[in-house]
Structure formats: structure tokens, C-alpha cells
């Protein structure tokens, strides 16, 4: 909603229809909206996964593309691409911190990739600093108290919502009613996936519009909250989360003319594996998303190059760091080999055609479409 309402005066500007598709269009809205993308009547179609459900209906679409692509599964990209009546349509996938597994697909030649590496004018970066005592915690609240008394506003995110399994866990709920008695007289709203989609968008709005100082939310506020006098977040229990994740956490603050500043507070105990410290310390010390996603691609390995896992060791890829010029000659080479013989028709090209069928078969023997 907040994509199609900033893209709708330049859509306007163009003469371009737009409309807007999520999981709440249903019954005869949907069917009529549908219906007229699929006559070719909407230009630009925006929304959630709902549209992958509209896509194969659509026979003139010509370009899709994924927002925090990873976000999503690898049959997303696949579904997208495959492509119905005028061909297979152009796929840009978008992400601050794309996932191991893309940036394999990118340099194995399945992916084209480009880089944005200039942030927005006006915006500084944000910093992020890792708490791991209470003596840390504490301070980190301070700062936000002190955000608060300068007419800033601040986000405190919690993995879980209400009930925790583990004991200890700090839950958004039981966060907010302790943060409304400690902070008062400051306004402290909540937010999490289980509030009804009117008290969700009646919480964003208070809080974008400044009249909430404290937003307590789940990891609902990882994407597209864009309040430019947010300047402090407090992540609890950081180290249950990736580091795609708190990346794009630490996003939503720093947006305006303040810098902002994310903390990353371990979880209380020894529970805290030295694997999340580490990962912890990686996001403090590079607020580079592309840097971090290849540090992650180092971690947890590209996942399946043929196939759906999105993390792991696979037997497909050997150290990427190593391979990264031989595959660039390799993919240099098959481009060239098509684009003399797209058919791989001539002799010499032959071996390869029957390599490339065999592995055609193998990889889409259970795919009807």
C-alpha cells in the first residue's frame, strides 16, 4: 500500500493505470481487478504474494518485479519467470542484503547483478553497537530516553509476541507494558502481526505522523517503514536473528536529517552461541548490505544451485572466492557458444547440446508446467 501510493502521481503523470492487489482484495473487487489487469486495462499491478496467484492470468505481463527478494522462497523466481502468453517477462529482484543463495545464482551466470551503491541523498548512515551486558541494555535504553526528550522517535523490537517458549524471552507484549510505565508521560504504541489490518495501519499512521514517541513491535517493522524522525532501535534478543534481518532493522532508523543508531542486545545468559556474537559483530562493524550478504554467503554457505534450499554446503559449488574467475570465463564462453549456434546444432557444439537436455531432465522431471 505505502509502494502504491508513493509510485501513484507518477503513474498519474504518465497516464498509466494503477492498482493495488494484497490477501484483503477478495470476492468481486478482486475478480473485477483481475479481470481488467488481465485485458491489459492496469499497467502496474503492486502488491503481495497475492500476485503470484494473479501472474499466470496476465498474458501481457512484460516485467515483475521483487521487492526484498529475500523475503522470499526460490519458487517465487521461477513462477515469475515462467512466463504465459507473450513470452517470459523481464524479473528484477531487489533486496538490501540479498541471500547467499542469489549471489551464488549471480555469479554462476543465472543472474544478471547490479549494484546501488550510493544511499539516498540527505541520509546518513546507521550505526549499530552491540549490548551484551545489562550495564549495555541499560545504556541503550538511556539513549533512547534521550532521543525521546529531543523530539525523536525510537523503535524496541522483540522476537516473539506474547507467549515464549523459553524463559527469559523478552516478548513485544509484556515489552510494551513495561516500556508504558517506565517511559511515561512518553506514547507508546505496539505492533505485531496478530492486530487486526485496521489497528495495524491505525499504529503506523500514529507513529509516522508523530504521534506516538515509542513504537514496540515484532520483526513486522522490517520492511517498508519509513519514518524519518526515528532515530534509535532496540533489538532484544539480536541474536535470534539473521543477518539479513537486523540489516534491514537497522534500516528504519537514520532515514531523515538525524543518524541513527540500532543496538543489538543479546539474549540474557550463556545461551548466546559465539556463532551469534559473531554474526552480531558483523552487522556492528558494515552497514554495507552487499558486504554482509557476501560475509553470510562465507557462513552459511549458497544452499542448492539446482534446486530450492537457500542455505548450506552443496556438493555443486566449491570456495566461490576461488572459482569466482574460472566461472566468469566459463559463462563468457557459453554466451558466445549460443550466440553462434543457438541450437547447439553444429557438430562440434553437440556434446554439449546432449549435456544440457540430460540436465534439463533431471532438473525438471517433476515439473508439469
Not at 547490479?114 to 550495564?135: H, I, M, Q, S, W
Not at 506516538?212 to 524519518?228: F, N, S, Y
Amino acid at each position: 500500500e505505502q509502494q502504491a501510493r508513493a509510485l501513484l502521481p507518477a503513474a498519474e503523470r504518465l497516464g498509466l493505470e494503477l492498482a493495488a492487489l494484497t490477501g484483503s482484495t477478495t470476492g468481486a473487487a478482486r475478480a473485477a481487478l483481475l479481470e481488467r489487469a488481465a485485458a491489459g486495462q492496469i499497467a502496474l499491478l503492486i502488491g503481495t504474494q497475492a500476485l503470484l496467484d494473479a501472474a499466470p492470468h496476465l498474458p501481457r505481463l512484460g516485467l515483475a518485479i521483487i521487492d526484498e527478494q529475500h523475503r522470499f522462497g526460490v519458487t517465487v523466481r521461477a513462477a515469475l519467470a515462467r512466463g504465459r502468453g507473450a513470452g517470459v517477462p523481464h524479473l528484477l529482484s531487489m533486496s538490501a542484503t540479498p541471500i547467499p543463495r542469489s549471489l551464488a545464482l549471480a555469479l554462476h551466470g543465472d543472474l544478471d547483478a547490479g549494484f546501488l551503491t550510493e544511499r539516498p541523498g540527505g541520509r546518513a548512515p546507521a550505526a549499530a553497537a552491540v549490548c551484551l551486558g545489562a550495564d549495555e541494555r541499560r545504556a541503550a535504553y538511556g539513549r533512547l530516553r534521550d532521543a525521546i526528550a529531543d523530539g525523536r522517535q525510537a523503535f524496541v523490537v522483540c522476537p516473539v509476541r506474547e507467549v515464549a517458549r523459553r524463559g527469559g524471552a523478552v516478548t513485544a507484549v509484556a515489552q510494551h507494558a513495561r516500556l508504558l510505565r517506565e517511559l511515561a508521560p512518553a506514547r507508546v504504541g505496539l505492533l505485531h502481526g496478530a492486530l487486526a489490518a485496521d489497528a495495524k495501519e491505525q499504529t503506523l499512521r500514529a507513529f509516522a505522523a508523530g504521534a506516538l514517541d515509542v513504537l514496540v513491535a515484532t520483526t513486522v517493522v522490517e520492511l517498508g517503514i519509513d519514518v524519518p524522525n526515528a532515530t534509535v532501535m532496540i533489538v532484544e534478543e539480536a541474536d535470534r536473528f539473521g543477518v539479513a534481518q537486523l540489516h534491514q532493522m537497522r534500516g528504519r532508523v537514520g532515514r531523515g536529517r538525524w543518524p541513527g543508531i540500532c543496538f543489538l542486545c543479546a539474549g540474557e545468559g550463556a545461551r548466546t552461541t559465539d556463532e551469534a556474537r559473531a554474526r552480531l559483530a558483523l552487522v556492528a562493524a558494515s552497514d554495507d548490505g552487499f558486504s554482509l550478504a557476501e560475509a553470510d554467503l562465507a557462513q552459511r554457505g549458497a544452499g542448492e544451485l539446482y534446486g530450492t534450499r537457500q542455505a548450506g554446503l552443496s556438493s555443486e559449488l566449491g570456495p566461490l572466492a576461488e572459482i569466482a574467475d574460472l566461472l566468469a570465463v566459463a559463462r563468457r564462453e557459453a554466451e558466445a557458444a549460443l550466440a553462434a549456434d543457438p541450437a547447439l546444432a553444429e557438430e562440434a557444439n553437440r556434446p554439449l547440446a546432449r549435456a544440457a537436455e540430460a540436465r534439463a531432465r533431471t532438473l525438471f522431471a517433476g515439473d508439469a508446467g
